[in-house]
């Protein structure tokens, strides 16, 4: 039986697939953390730049999985029902994640 209210976060990763370029990471996940600081312990850091979801620097496009934003001003509703989100505001809210970036 889960602890959470419905609707709020129930599972979290035990990984994070992370694809950069031509490398593919599986990085162990560490609760409440974003996905710039997952991608940042595997040594493959999301690029980012104001880190509080103004800019979109850290653009990542979610392929399995869902997660969610603590702000986003950077990305229109299109672009997050395309799957983008904001690295440095996502945590990861279901059993799978995996992202693109770079
Ligand atoms: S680094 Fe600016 S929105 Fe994430």
Do not use: W
């Amino acid at each position: 039986m889960s602890s959470t209210a419905p609707g709020l976060v129930d599972e979290i990763p035990h990984t994070v697939k992370l694809r950069s370029g031509h490398r593919r990471i599986e990085q162990p996940y560490y609760a409440g953390e974003t996905l710039v600081d997952t991608s940042c312990r595997a040594g493959v850091p999301i690029p980012t730049n104001c880190r509080a979801g103004l800019c979109g620097t850290c653009v990542v496009q979610v392929l399995k999985g869902k997660v969610r934003m603590r702000r986003n001003l950077a990305l229109d509703e299109a672009q997050v029902a395309a799957g983008f989100a904001l690295g440095c505001q996502s945590t990861p809210i279901s059993a799978e994640c995996e992202i693109r970036y770079g």
